[in-house]
């Protein structure tokens, strides 16, 4: 009780800096250097202090979690559930995203095309997405923060200690206080957050707020109606439905996370508040400890609504009107790219040209929305991070379920 008490201040607190954020970066509109120079490098190092936490929290909490698991079994079965959930989320997102743009498309202001230019990054074939989940060494996975391949790594030496039994007791205990030493540093790091999300919305408004007004406001609201719209709709449903835990709770205790996704725009910065909202709404750590880290990399629900509102709205300025087949194409596409690109830097933007080739549309076009990204990704990434938490609650409470009957 004493704990809950005193992690409910914290969600107020981060909000009221993302509130004084917005406003100084309105403020700044006219003068954005000051907040650039002078408040972003705060927002920055507290981001770096986060992102340094990651990869140890993920490492050492999926190997305890496997180890602690002692069934090889139930890690299977664990991800099984996870990689279904995901894949079913991510093509109701695009679905959302391509109905919700449809209804609005005659609100888009037409922008000019001529003299556009827009370099796409080479998407991976399917055999190198494969070989790429596996690291050719135990270290360089950790130093490049590629959480596909830490969480290959922690599975193999989580399974390893498993299957050596009592050998590998000395390791586990390693495992279980260094474990319990990255949570302490990440629960220190934490308690910054609402200056950190102060200095990384600040500069943010004060850089874009222009640019939001402009020409891209509508497809901007659409797209977030959207993101809205399916945290709403799709989130709660499944987490009444498979965690038997009421929407309000949930949206509720996932405030902190949710604060910190829109600020940072990054899932894997999001990721230790995540972890302790999920265990505080009631999912077991070793479930959490696998399936919010492979969410953080593979689960794009906000990126698939993203595809499908930029995909119409791209089309509408080149004046090309999309049938039916191709929406369904549209759909195919996001829902197997955002498995394909998963642990690609910048996979938003190669899904986004993934999806425009596969219904011909000219993928110079992102051109036409490449300046306000880091918009369109403080939402998408709030959409992302809360699937995770949804899943990791409904896998949870099958888990529990399963484990009752066996």
Known sequence: MAKEKKKRPLALWIFVGLVLGILAGAALMKTPEIAVNYIKPFGTLFLNLVKF????????????????MKDMRKVGSIGVKTICYYMCTTALAVLIGLAMANLCKDFFNELTTSGLEYEASAAPSFIETIVNIFPSNAVAPMVNANMLQVIVIALFFGFGTIAVGEKGKAFSDFVESANAVSMYIMDAI???????????????????GPKILGDLLTVLAVAYIAYILHMIIV???????????SPIKFFKGMLPAIMMAFSSASSVGAL????????????????ASFVLPLGATINMDGTAIY??????FIATCFGIELTLGQQLSIILTATLASIGTAGVPGAGMIMLTMVLQSVGLPVEGIALVAGIDRIFDMGRTTVNITGDAACTLCVSKMEEKRMAKA
Do not use: H
């Open 235 to 245: 989130y709660s449903a499944t987490v009444r439905t498979f965690a038997g835990v």
């Open 272 to 287: 230790p508040l995540n972890l302790e909202c999920v265990e505080k709404l009631g999912a077991k750590k070793d479930v």
């Open 190 to 208: 934490i308690k910054l957050s609402p200056i950190g999300v102060f200095c990384l919305i600040t500069p943010v408004v004060a850089e874009n």
């Open 53 to 68: 936490i990651v990869v140890p929290i993920v490492l050492f909490s999926i190997m305890s979690g496997v180890t602690n």
């Open 307 to 312: 595809q499908g509102v930029c995909s119409i």
